[in-house]
Every structure is written in C-alpha cells, then in structure tokens.
C-alpha cells in the first residue's frame, strides 16, 4: 500500500513529462531567393513552402518590400514584377502549404543583377545589400500581433540566349562521334552507289 | 574484281569504325575503382520568431492599451495571457516588459518592427524599447515606432540569437480624439542578419 506522499511524488514526476504548450511559430523552406536567372520579357517561376509548427491555426498573407535606401538606383525596387500564389493562406500544425513566386521581367529591363546591390546578398553578414524582399506574416485567429520573415529576393537579367546553341553545343559535344559516322556513311555509300551504277548498266 | 574487294573493305572499315564508337560510348561506363566519397550537410530551420507572454513560452495573440484621456500617454499595455492583471512596467529597477519575443529559428535573426495605421485616428504617435530581457531598468520608450501614428516599418538593427529571448516595451501616445477606440496590428519581423 502506497502512501499519500509516494502518489503526491510520482504526480509530481509525472507533470514533468507532460509536453508544455511550447509557443512556436511558422517554419519556410528558404530564407532567399536571390540571383535568379531570367530573360527580359520572361517570366520566372520559383516555389515556396511553409511549414505550420504552432498548436493553433495561423492566418496569414504574402507581400512585396522594399528597403529605401538614399541614393538608390531604379535597379532596386522590383516589387512590381513579382506577384505570389495564393497571396493568402492558414495553416495548422504540421500541414505544409506550397506557393508560388512570379517574377516577370519587363520586356526593356537592362542586363544584370535587379532587386539587391550584390550576388553575396543572401549571405549573413550581407543584410546591407539586400533592397526588395518577399514577406510572409502570420498571426492566430483574432490576432493583432503577427510574426513573419523578410526573404530577400534578386533576379540576374541574362542576354537572350541564341536559338541555335543547343544544336552548337551537342556538335560540340559529340564532334569525334559525328565526324566518324560521316566517314561510315561514305564508306558504306561508295560501294551501294557503285553496284546501282553496275545494274544501271 | 578490284571493285567488289573494294567493297567489302570499305564495308569491314565501316564496321570496324561503328565497333570503335560503339566501344568508345561504352567505355565511358568503365569504373575500375570506386574514387567516391559520401559527404553530407543539413541546414538548419527557419521560422519565425514567436511572440510570447512574460515569463510563460505561450505565444500571445494581442497586445491592449487600457483606454486614457485625449492626447494622454499609455505605458501599461498588457498582453491576452498575462492580462491588465499583470501589465508593462516601466521603471529603473524593476521594468517588466507588454510581450517577449523569442527566435526558435535555426539561426540568429534581425529584428524589423511593423505596425498598420491606428484607425479612426486614435494614435498620435507610439514607441518602443527592445532589449535583453535581464535588463529591468527601462523606464523610459522612445525609440519611434510610429511618429504620426500611421503605418511604419522601423529596422532595430537588434538580433536575437537562437533559441534567445528579447523583452519589448511599448508607449502610446493618444491623439486628441475624445470618445474614440482605434486599432492597429504588430509585425515582428525576422531576417538573417
């Protein structure tokens, strides 16, 4: 027969592994999107996904930033080539929700690197160079204090490539191949159109 | 005669030249030994920084400051867990802070405040303070948040390392509106530093 006390203690222990109603919040699958690769007038498309850790529903949404800075250039600033699907979202704990990030580049965008100063710009230590940013924020039902991450986001305009470079690359590739069956052909051609020639005559 | 010896040479050279390619793709797939070594590498999580009571790991939902005269300065605002109960304290010894904001993310992230335009115009402007939360001395919040009570985007420059928490302190100041109850929501931001 076991005492009060020994209940009272085992109670005790027992509250100790009752898992605590840890806060958490809303987990992304990057922290940037930067140096992405596109042509002017294209379109790029990159996905992201987040992840529900809270115990409690979140709501949230998705929206473009950009970070003033004095004396800027127009490079800067794309928020308007971006647009992200679907724009709103909830999500409980442990569903993952996938969305879609659209960057259309203007037809007359100038080559080179738009939306931060420098390729490093996603590194740590790099936050300076950074200008536009997707952002998420989410809150639970009700909520009037939101929590989200600012991701940074830059494109690198590339010159239009040639139509012809993936035949150009393939030859390149396969030249020693190509040169040998053009020598096949001919060898095998020669003694056919002889004997065509043969019964001709 | 010459013509069909030709012939057939020209066929065992065409022959032979296929055999070459074909061998030649083939040998591409020769491995004598294995110069392969497996490395691996993860990264680690990234979330966002939750905002909880003060001394509880529960995540707040709002933040209240209890209602005062015209053009009056509210320094008690309380969160929904710990309630008008157990309010912001501002004072040099033994401050306590409206909400805590801790950063279970896998690295440490920069703090960027955000706040919507209060409606019906019922901030004038508001502040905040945002420092360790062994820090019990603040008595004073003016870093501004908002200076005309419209939306705002303020940058700390403040990181908070994994796993660590900060104490944030907020000051309203009402506008001159008498019989007015306005809203406005909180943004915490995170970003790698």
């Avoid at chain 1, 040639?162 to 191949?177: D, E, K, R």
């Avoid at chain 2, 945002?130 to 005309?148: E, I, Q, Y």
């Amino acid at each position: 027969m076991y005492s009060k006390s020994t209940i009272l203690v085992a109670l005790v222990l027992g509250l100790l592994f009752i898992p605590g109603s840890t806060a958490l919040a809303t987990s992304v699958d990057r922290m940037s999107l930067t140096n992405l690769e596109g042509y002017a007038g294209k379109t790029i498309k990159a996905e992201i996904t987040l992840e529900g850790t809270d115990l409690e529903e979140r709501s949230g949404f998705w929206y473009t930033n950009y970070k003033e800075v004095e004396g800027a250039d127009n490079r800067m600033d794309i928020t308007s080539w971006i647009t992200i699907e679907p724009k709103d979202f909830t999500i409980k704990q442990g569903e993952t929700k996938v969305f879609t990030v659209e960057v259309k580049i203007p037809r007359d965008a100038e080559l080179g690197l738009w939306g931060a100063t420098s390729e490093e710009a996603a590194k740590e230590g790099h936050s300076g160079e950074r200008r536009t940013y997707i952002v998420f924020k989410d809150t639970p039902a009700g909520g009037n204090v939101y929590s989200g991450l600012l991701i940074p986001i830059s494109v690198k305009v590339l010159p239009s490539p040639n139509p012809l470079a993936p035949v150009i690359n393939f030859v390149q590739q396969n030249i020693i191949t190509i040169l040998l069956s053009v020598v096949i052909i001919v060898l095998l051609a020669r003694p056919l159109l002889r004997r065509k020639k043969q019964i001709g005559e | 005669m010459t013509h069909i010896l030709f012939g057939k040479l020209n066929i065992a050279i065409a022959l032979f030249l296929i055999v070459l390619i074909i061998g030649g793709l083939g040998g591409m797939t020769y491995v004598l030994a294995s110069n392969v070594s497996t490395q691996s590498a993860s990264t680690a999580s990234a979330t966002t920084i939750t905002v909880v009571g003060k001394v509880a790991d529960t995540a707040i939902t709002t933040i209240t400051f209890p209602e005062g005269a015209p053009s009056a300065t509210i320094s008690v605002p309380y969160n929904d867990i710990d309630t008008v109960s157990d309010a912001q304290v501002l004072s040099g010894t033994v401050s306590e802070p409206v909400v805590r904001l801790k950063n279970t993310s896998g690295g440490t992230l920069n703090v960027t405040l955000e706040i919507t335009t209060w409606t019906l115009g019922v901030a004038a402007s508001e502040d905040y303070e945002l420092v360790v939360t062994t820090d019990t001395t603040v008595a004073v919040v003016d870093n501004v948040l908002s200076a005309d009570g419209n939306s705002a985007s303020v940058p700390t420059a403040i990181g908070i390392t994994t796993g660590a928490y900060k104490a944030l302190y907020l000051e309203l100041v009402l506008s001159s509106l008498a019989g007015k109850s306005g809203t406005s929501t909180l943004t915490i931001l995170g970003e790698t530093p």
